[in-house]
């Protein structure tokens, strides 16, 4: 007996697209084309400098480290005791390689932020090459490059929480809650 088996697209509401209250599936789309079975997200973090959360983006997995920096920078707000506006800008930033590119250092030079981003091998040689017209290296104070590490040790301290680390909320406004109240803890006196 020959049956008609099930339709070859069956109509369901799509993943990934936002509820009815907003609230979409955490990066399941690139672009205009779904990527099925692959849910991945990526926080971003500005630290103090002694690991404690001051700013958190919450963004899709392929979403680039260097587009997010100006916005991470522009959520800091530390209201210091007494009188006087709120500090909203950091010391000095020290940042990976990912942050390297030209105009997110003339940025930060038109902020007054002083940075240490050490140089992609693919600027040195451009740079090179260009003779003495290519100008001179970014200076890298590496004594204070060292202190870096600060901002992994917070992600592992993030991560010693299982739901973070596990991804059990697989909604993005559930995800972003934890990862804030989490963040909230560290900030607790004793905590550090």
């Given at each position: 007996?020959?049956?008609?088996?099930?339709?070859?697209?069956p109509w369901r509401p799509q993943k990934g697209l936002p509820?009815?209250?907003?609230?979409?599936?955490?990066?399941?789309?690139?672009?205009?084309?779904?990527?099925?079975?692959?849910?991945?997200?990526?926080?971003?973090?500005?630290?103090?400098?002694?690991?404690?959360?001051?700013?958190?983006?919450?963004?899709?997995?392929?979403?680039?480290?260097?587009?997010?920096?100006?916005?991470?920078?522009?959520?800091?707000?530390?209201?210091?005791?007494?009188?006087?506006?709120?500090?909203?800008?950091?010391?000095?930033?020290?940042?990976?390689?990912?942050?390297?590119?030209?105009?997110?250092?003339?940025?930060?030079?038109?902020?007054?932020?002083?940075?240490?981003?050490?140089?992609?091998?693919?600027?040195?040689?451009?740079?090179?090459?260009?003779?003495s017209a290519g100008g001179r290296p970014p200076a890298?104070?590496?004594?204070?490059?060292?202190?870096?590490?600060?901002?992994?040790?917070?992600?592992?301290?993030?991560?010693?929480?299982?739901?973070?680390?596990?991804?059990?909320?697989?909604?993005?406004?559930?995800?972003?809650?934890?990862?804030?109240?989490?963040?909230?803890?560290?900030?607790?006196?004793?905590?550090?």
């Amino acid at each position: 007996m020959d049956r008609a088996g099930a339709p070859a697209c069956p109509w369901r509401p799509q993943k990934g697209l936002p509820n009815k209250s907003g609230d979409a599936w955490c990066a399941r789309w690139r672009g205009n084309r779904p990527i099925p079975r692959r849910l991945s997200t990526k926080f971003h973090l500005a630290v103090d400098g002694r690991g404690r959360p001051l700013s958190i983006l919450f963004t899709p997995g392929q979403a680039g480290d260097n587009a997010q920096l100006l916005a991470l920078l522009d959520a800091i707000c530390l209201n210091k005791p007494g009188p006087g506006r709120p500090r909203k800008r950091p010391e000095v930033l020290i940042a990976d390689k990912g942050y390297a590119h030209d105009s997110t250092r003339r940025t930060l030079r038109q902020r007054g932020i002083r940075h240490v981003i050490p140089e992609r091998s693919d600027q040195v040689a451009r740079r090179v090459a260009k003779g003495s017209a290519g100008g001179r290296p970014p200076a890298l104070d590496k004594v204070i490059y060292k202190k870096r590490n600060v901002v992994e040790g917070c992600f592992n301290r993030l991560k010693q929480w299982r739901d973070l680390a596990t991804r059990y909320a697989k909604r993005a406004s559930l995800y972003r809650a934890s990862l804030v109240l989490i963040a909230a803890v560290i900030w607790l006196p004793g905590s550090t």
